[in-house]
Each structure stands twice: as structure tokens, then as C-alpha cells.
């Protein structure tokens, strides 16, 4: 299982982004992926769910309206986009996944089985 996440960099206050997370060794649909992001100094928080099937999209309060998840099965990849970035968004931004059934919540850290390297995302002011 391979988890691998691009598209991070360097971006101004309202600005955008999208990050992506190619996944591999394992049946998308069959699995729901994740976003997480770390900040220094802090702990790694959960920003949006997604399961392609019997799944949805879930977010985090404090990027509703601003993140985006989304799947392309064709390409096992979930891609997050990040719109009106804030310096607070600044972190280190994670894909994880883990096997479920069906995706009725947003995902909790300990949940997830595998993780990606992260790309740091950074935003100034």
C-alpha cells in the first residue's frame, strides 16, 4: 500500500491550492481517505473525509466553504483542493486511509491504517 501525496508549496493569504494523493496496492473503493494536516508545535488534526462509495465528503469546521475533497477512481486518486488560504492553514498535510464499509463521519487520526510522507503546504500573510 503506497499513499502519496503532491501539490504543496508556497502560497500567499487567499490564494489556492490543490493537493493530491495517489494511492495504490489496494482497492479505492473499498477505502476511505482522509486528509490530515500538522502544524508546528501542534498535533496532527483532521481536515476532510472521503469514500467514493457509500461514502461522502466530510470537513472540518474551520475549512467548510473553503476546502474541497474530491476522488477520481479512474486515477486511485483523492485530490484536496484549498481555496481563500489562510496563514493558519499552514502545515504539513497528510493523506491516510483506512478499509471501511461505509463513511458517515469525519475520520479521526487513530483511525487511519496508512499514511503518506506529507507535503508542507505555506502560507504567508
Known amino acids: 500500500v503506497q499513499l502519496v501525496e503532491s501539490g504543496g508549496g508556497l502560497v500567499q493569504a487567499g490564494g489556492s491550492l490543490r493537493l493530491s494523493c495517489a494511492a495504490s496496492?489496494?482497492?479505492?473503493?473499498?477505502?476511505?481517505i482522509a486528509w490530515f494536516r500538522q502544524a508546528p508545535g501542534k498535533e496532527r488534526e483532521e481536515v476532510s473525509s472521503f469514500k467514493s462509495r457509500y461514502g461522502g465528503t466530510f470537513y472540518t469546521d474551520s475549512v467548510k466553504g473553503r476546502f474541497f475533497i474530491s476522488g477520481d477512481n479512474a486515477k486511485n486518486t483523492v485530490y484536496l483542493q484549498m481555496n481563500g488560504l489562510k496563514p493558519e492553514d499552514t502545515a504539513v498535510y497528510y493523506c491516510?486511509?483506512?478499509?471501511?464499509?461505509?463513511?458517515?463521519?469525519?475520520?479521526?487520526?487513530?483511525?487511519?491504517?496508512?499514511w503518506g510522507r506529507g507535503t508542507l503546504v505555506t502560507v504567508s500573510s
Open positions: 491516510a486511509a483506512v478499509e471501511v464499509t461505509v463513511l458517515t463521519r469525519l475520520l479521526r487520526v487513530n483511525e487511519m491504517r496508512y
Open positions: 496496492g489496494f482497492r479505492f473503493d473499498d477505502y476511505a
